[in-house]
């Protein structure tokens, strides 16, 4: 079972990231062997192709009946590319979405320019290859025809060039329970209650009661407290029996009735 393109004539790779791939590979093949390579690859010389990390590679029918293993290579990120790769890939949570159906924003490869990362190659240097003919030192017509295959799958499913850089579509995706900052929301303090934040309007024990008295030691009242409930003979011995009545008077006028005065703890 032999692979066929789908191209049969003219330029191989219709969408910008095959034509890129393509434009590298065409920089090694020269022009004697990019014709060749793909009058070989249109009459389904390629047996298989199999892409793996770093590497993919075919069985190549010769003219003269033999198979032949071609292959080309594109490194694998290293480390610290990986990471810069996927840092900048998992800003875009749409792109493993875009890259399984097909497509590869440009845009991407721009971003991904300023860290001097790129899932194509930087460059024909990039590329390798090898082949089991005695076609020495190549390439031979057997890898150019694996190239414009390799072409051809790539421009159909751009994740195989992750594949080629050693990653897949769920390195993309952030781990299970990562949150950005954004998505966890505002948090505030975890601990006690700080003093400053026990009275005002809007604190944690609610707004102030109207009329709470303002100034002396008796401003510093509980949650909760209901000053129309107040012992007016404990507010005595701190400010005096005159303005401790007066006090009581104000808030038990609209109090109601049932409000009885009852002692602070």
């Given at each position: 079972?032999?692979?066929?393109?789908?191209?049969r004539?003219g330029?191989?790779?219709?969408?910008?990231?095959?034509?890129?791939?393509?434009?590298?590979?065409?920089?090694?093949?020269?022009?004697?062997?990019?014709?060749?390579?793909?009058?070989?690859?249109?009459?389904?010389?390629?047996?298989?192709?199999?892409i793996?990390?770093?590497?993919?590679?075919?069985?190549?029918?010769?003219?003269?009946?033999?198979?032949?293993?071609?292959?080309?290579?594109?490194?694998?990120?290293s480390?610290?590319?990986?990471e810069?790769?996927?840092?900048?890939?998992?800003?875009r949570?749409?792109?493993?979405?875009?890259?399984?159906?097909?497509?590869?924003?440009?845009?991407?490869?721009?971003?991904?320019?300023?860290?001097?990362?790129?899932?194509?190659?930087?460059?024909?240097?990039?590329?390798?290859?090898?082949c089991?003919?005695?076609?020495?030192?190549?390439?031979?017509?057997?890898?150019?025809?694996l190239?414009?295959?390799?072409?051809e799958?790539?421009?159909?499913?751009?994740?195989?060039?992750?594949?080629?850089?050693?990653?897949?579509?769920?390195?993309?995706?952030?781990?299970?329970?990562?949150?950005s900052?954004?998505?966890?929301?505002?948090?505030?303090?975890?601990?006690?209650?700080?003093?400053?934040?026990?009275?005002?309007?809007?604190?944690?024990?609610?707004?102030?009661?109207?009329?709470?008295?303002?100034?002396?030691?008796?401003?510093?009242?509980?949650?909760?407290?209901?000053?129309?409930?107040?012992?007016?003979?404990?507010?005595?011995?701190?400010?005096?029996?005159?303005?401790?009545?007066?006090?009581?008077?104000f808030?038990?006028?609209?109090?109601?009735?049932?409000?009885?005065?009852?002692?602070?703890?």
């Open positions: 079972m032999s692979i066929r393109l789908t191209s004539r330029a191989i790779g219709r969408n910008w990231h095959a034509a890129a791939l393509r434009d590298a590979a065409e920089t090694i093949l020269g022009v004697g062997r990019a014709g060749s390579g793909k009058a070989d690859a249109r009459a389904g010389r390629v047996q298989w192709l199999d793996e990390t770093g590497i993919a590679r075919g069985d190549v029918l010769d003219a003269d009946g033999h198979l032949y293993q071609a292959r080309v290579d594109l490194p694998p990120f480390p610290a590319d990986r810069a790769f996927v840092q900048v890939a998992r800003t949570p749409d792109l493993p979405t875009r890259l399984a159906g097909g497509e590869y924003p440009q845009d991407l490869e721009a971003e991904l320019a300023r860290c001097e990362v790129s899932l194509l190659p930087r460059g024909a240097s990039e590329l390798s290859h090898d089991s003919c005695l076609d020495w030192p190549g390439p031979c017509r057997h890898v150019a025809a190239v414009y295959v390799l072409v799958e790539v421009d159909e499913r751009p994740v195989q060039l992750l594949t080629l850089r050693g990653l897949a579509l769920e390195d993309l995706v952030p781990p299970a329970g990562a949150r900052p954004a998505a966890a929301g505002p948090t505030g303090p975890t601990g006690p209650t700080r003093p400053e934040d026990q009275s005002g309007p809007g604190s944690a024990s609610g707004p102030e009661e109207p009329g709470t008295p303002e100034g002396g030691d008796g401003a510093a009242t509980r949650a909760g407290f209901n000053p129309a409930r107040m012992d007016p003979a404990l507010l005595a011995e701190v400010i005096g029996d005159g303005p401790a009545a007066a006090i009581a008077s808030y038990r006028a609209g109090a109601a009735p049932s409000d009885q005065p009852t002692a602070i703890e």
